[in-house]
């Protein structure tokens, strides 16, 4: 059971390039997010998902994109990179339901220069 | 909205200090509560959790109850370690139906030195 899995685990882009951010878990959680972690910011919320097929914007979902074809993977695509998107990101699964906790992939340091 | 207001960090302590970090919230209703923590270039794992008023959430040590008269949930360890050095986060979930953001709070740096 390896949880959440995030790939790659560093990169570094130039400004405009794009590149896609891969998620994937194994517990057959219905929920899944996207979040960035900046240094005095705490989590912000990208984008999230509740099912296969269905995703929705949360509080910063300029700049990114998402889609959710099967229920085990979420990837985060960056469309054309900014300076301001060097952050760490984190995706989480969770069950639905009062009191679920989410789970956490080990994160995506993004640099871009 | 909601929101988590944590103190802030840094907080250092000596091996077998006494911890608090405090943490309170606004929300409607009845929210889970919860405490991360992350470990140096990890993800967030979860330390404990309540899901209702007078709950009180232990794992490895570490306590909080949740106190709805006072919005709050404070994180106290009697006797910390060097390796409980890491960063804290307490967050909040609404109860209401469909997809419940999550709303964390800056977290709070813990070092404990030997």
């Known amino acids: 059971n390896a949880g959440v899995t995030q790939t790659p685990k560093f990169q570094v882009l130039k400004t405009g390039q794009s590149m896609t951010l891969q998620c994937a878990q194994d517990m057959n959680h219905e929920y899944m997010s996207w979040y960035r972690q900046d240094p005095g910011m705490g989590l912000r919320l990208i984008h999230y998902s509740v099912g296969a097929g269905i995703t929705d914007q949360g509080e910063v979902p300029n700049g990114y994109n998402v889609s959710r074809s099967t229920t085990e993977d979420f990837p985060l695509r960056l469309l054309s990179a900014a300076p301001s998107q060097t952050s760490v990101y984190f995706c989480?699964?969770?069950?639905?339901?009062?009191?679920?906790?989410?789970?956490f992939g080990p994160g995506t340091r993004l640099t871009v220069t | 909205g909601n929101s988590v207001t944590q103190m802030e960090g840094p907080v250092t302590l000596s091996e077998e200090a006494f911890l608090t970090i405090n943490c309170t919230y606004t929300a409607t209703g009845y929210p889970s509560l919860f405490w991360y923590v992350q470990y140096p270039g990890e993800g967030l794992q979860l330390l404990l959790k309540a899901t209702k008023a007078d709950d009180k959430g232990s794992n490895k040590g570490f306590e909080a109850t949740y106190r709805k008269e006072t919005t709050s949930f404070h994180l106290e360890k009697g006797s910390v370690q060097v390796s409980d050095s890491a960063v804290y986060f307490c967050a909040l979930r609404p109860r209401s139906g469909g997809y419940q953001k999550v709303t964390f709070g800056t977290g709070t740096k813990l070092q404990v030195i030997p």
């Open positions: 989480a699964s969770s069950l639905g339901g009062k009191g679920g906790e989410q789970y």
